[in-house]
Structures are given as structure tokens and as C-alpha cells.
Nanobody
Framework: VQLQASGGGLVQAGGSLRLSCAAS????????MGWFRQAPGKEREFVAL????????YYADSVKGRFTISRDNAKNTASLQMNSLKPEDTAVYYC??????????????????WGQGTLVTVSS
């Protein structure tokens, strides 16, 4: 599975951005896709997850109510709609794919495939 992330950019606080992750390869084997982010000097942290079959979602507390993750089976994409952005959301955002169940879903090690990352900068 190959992942291509896009959609990052510069936005003012309170604004919105939409990230997309296009998947190619053995899509039928996907179990879930997630988004992580990594700010300078910090560890990579979990943001959101969507289960590929059911479309059920799971969010980090820090983004719950502001971010929405979704997937489009027909287009093999997972998207992250980010609203009410804050300066502390500034980070490189990575999409990741989990081909089979692995736990915990909030840990980067549970994911086998990663996109190249896209930078989101939120100015105050």
C-alpha cells in the first residue's frame, strides 16, 4: 500500500483546512487509516482514525469536535477536515494505514504504511 498525503498549508487561527490521503496498492486489505501529527521537537501523536469497512471513527481529545475524519471507498481516500484551527495544531501531518487489527490504534507502531507528511501551519 502506498499513501500520498496532500492539502497542508498556512491558515490563520480559527480557519479550516482539509487534508487528503490517497491510497494505492492492496486497498482491499485495509483495516483502518489514521492521521498523526508531529510538531517540532515533539513525538508523533495520534489525531484520528477511520475504520475502512464500517467508517467508524475515533479521535484524540485535543481535536474532538473540531476535526472530522472520513473515507471514500470508491476513491480510496481518507480525508481530515480541520476546523477551528489553533496555533498548537501546527505540525507535519501524516496519514497511515493499518492492514489488519493492531492495538493500540493510537500508537504509530500499529501502522504498517505511512504517507510522506504534509505541513500545516496555523498563525495566531
Amino acid at each position: 500500500v502506498q499513501l500520498q498525503a496532500s492539502g497542508g498549508g498556512l491558515v490563520q487561527a480559527g480557519g479550516s483546512l482539509r487534508l487528503s490521503c490517497a491510497a494505492s496498492g492492496r486497498i482491499s486489505s485495509l483495516y483502518a487509516m489514521g492521521w498523526f501529527r508531529q510538531a517540532p521537537g515533539k513525538e508523533r501523536e495520534f489525531v484520528a482514525l477511520v475504520y475502512w469497512s464500517s467508517a467508524n471513527t475515533y479521535y484524540a481529545d485535543s481535536v474532538k469536535g473540531r476535526f472530522t475524519i472520513s473515507r471514500d471507498n470508491a476513491k480510496n481516500t481518507a480525508s481530515l477536515q480541520m476546523n477551528s484551527l489553533k496555533p498548537e495544531d501546527t505540525a507535519v501531518y501524516y496519514c497511515a494505514a493499518m492492514p489488519r487489527f493492531s492495538s493500540p490504534v493510537t500508537t504509530p507502531g500499529s501502522y504498517d504504511y505511512w504517507g510522506q507528511g504534509t505541513l500545516v501551519t496555523v498563525s495566531s
